[in-house]
């Protein structure tokens, strides 16, 4: 797993929202972009960091961030996750891995004394010239937004 660092530039990417959407990493050129990575729609964590994001949207939005939200689900995965729970923003689904693997959040992971490959929960935050200024490797759902916004 080669993940994106502080410093780095991402790749222009495109990818599909929930509504199937093209979005596109330079429809936020010149705006900072909040790219948050999570394993599954509607699963415990991913809902309670989700949520917190939503329910701080006003807040990020005042600092100027965009947010976009990705996993590896299925369009219509992400649309029921986003209407179950109101989201404000975009929610990606990279069934193709393409985003996964541009930041480097797809690789081996142990739970359970089981190991498999899967999305880790990171967090890109990213300025307005497409170039990596944070890495939240350590997500804490209930209080991401709070990370995000941290000096």
Known sequence: M???KVGDKVADFTSVDQDGNTIKLSDFKGKKL??????????????????????NYGLLIDEGYSILGVSADSQK???NFRNKYNF???????????LLNI??????????GR???????????INENGV????????????????????
């Open 88 to 98: 404000p923003y975009p929610l990606l689904a990279d069934e193709d891995h393409t």
């Open 2 to 4: 080669n993940t994106l």
């Open 34 to 55: 909040v790219v948050f990575f999570y394993p599954k729609a509607n699963t415990p964590t991913c809902t309670v960091e989700a949520c917190n994001l939503r329910d």
């Open 77 to 79: 995965r992400q649309t």
């Open 103 to 112: 930041f480097g959040v797809w690789g081996e992971k142990k739970f359970m």
């Open 115 to 125: 190991t498999y490959d899967g999305i880790h929960r990171k967090t890109f935050v």
């Open 132 to 151: 990596v200024i944070k890495v939240i490797d350590k997500v804490k759902a209930k209080d991401h937004a709070a990370q995000i916004l941290e000096d």
